[in-house]
C-alpha cells in the first residue's frame, strides 16, 4: 500500500513531517516521495517525528537513507524526531545511525512553535532561508 498524505508544515526552507500510523503500512515509499517533492521544491532540512512508528521496514528504511542524502548533497539534514528506541538500535547496529540527528521528546501543539523549540532543544542552527516563503498544510498524493 503506498500512502502520501502526512501532515506537514514548511517554513522557509524546514519542513516538518508527521508520520502517522499509515507509515506502519505504507511499504511503497509513499513517505519518500512525500519528502523528495520537497526537496525538489527547495525544502532544505526535514524534522520527521516517528512517533507512530510500529517497526522499521526496508522501505521506509531505504527511503530515510535515499532523502537524507540528496538533503546532504545540498548542505542540509534530516532530523528525527520521538522515533522509537528501537529505530536508533538498529540504524546504529546497521551503521547508519549516525547520518541523522536525533531529538527526543514530545513536539505536539502547534507545529510552528514546536519547530523553533525543537531546533533550540538541540542548538541547531539551521538556515531558515526566507526568500522562499511556501505553507503547505497537507501534501495531495
Same mark, same amino acid.
Given at each position: ?44 532540512? %526535514?524534522?520527521? $517525528? /516517528?512517533?507512530? #512508528?510500529?517497526? +522499521?521496514?526496508?522501505?521506509? !528504511?531505504?527511503?530515510?537513507?535515499? &532523502? ?42 502547534? %507545529?510552528?512553535? $514546536? /519547530?523553533?523549540? #525543537?531546533?533550540? +532543544?538541540?542548538?541547531?542552527? !539551521?538556515?531558515?532561508?526566507?526568500? &522562499? ?9
Amino acid at each position: 500500500m503506498k500512502f502520501t498524505k502526512y501532515p506537514t508544515t514548511v517554513t522557509g526552507r524546514t519542513c516538518y513531517i508527521l508520520a502517522n500510523k499509515e507509515v506502519n503500512s505504507d511499504l511503497q515509499g509513499g513517505l519518500e516521495e512525500v519528502m523528495d517533492q520537497l526537496v525538489e521544491r527547495g525544502a532544505r532540512h %526535514i524534522i520527521l $517525528s /516517528l512517533r507512530y #512508528l510500529k517497526f +522499521l521496514h526496508a522501505t521506509l !528504511l531505504a527511503g530515510l537513507l535515499s &532523502i537524507e542524502l540528496k538533503l546532504r548533497e545540498v548542505g542540509g539534514q534530516m532530523i528525527l524526531v520521538e522515533a522509537p528506541a528501537f529505530v536508533r538500535m538498529m540504524m546504529n547496529q546497521w551503521e547508519v545511525a549516525d547520518r541523522f540527528i536525533w531529538v527526543n521528546g514530545d513536539v505536539e501543539g502547534e %507545529i510552528t512553535n $514546536s /519547530l523553533e523549540n #525543537l531546533i533550540d +532543544l538541540k542548538n541547531i542552527k !539551521l538556515k531558515m532561508d526566507s526568500d &522562499i516563503d511556501w505553507q503547505i498544510e497537507n501534501i495531495i498524493g
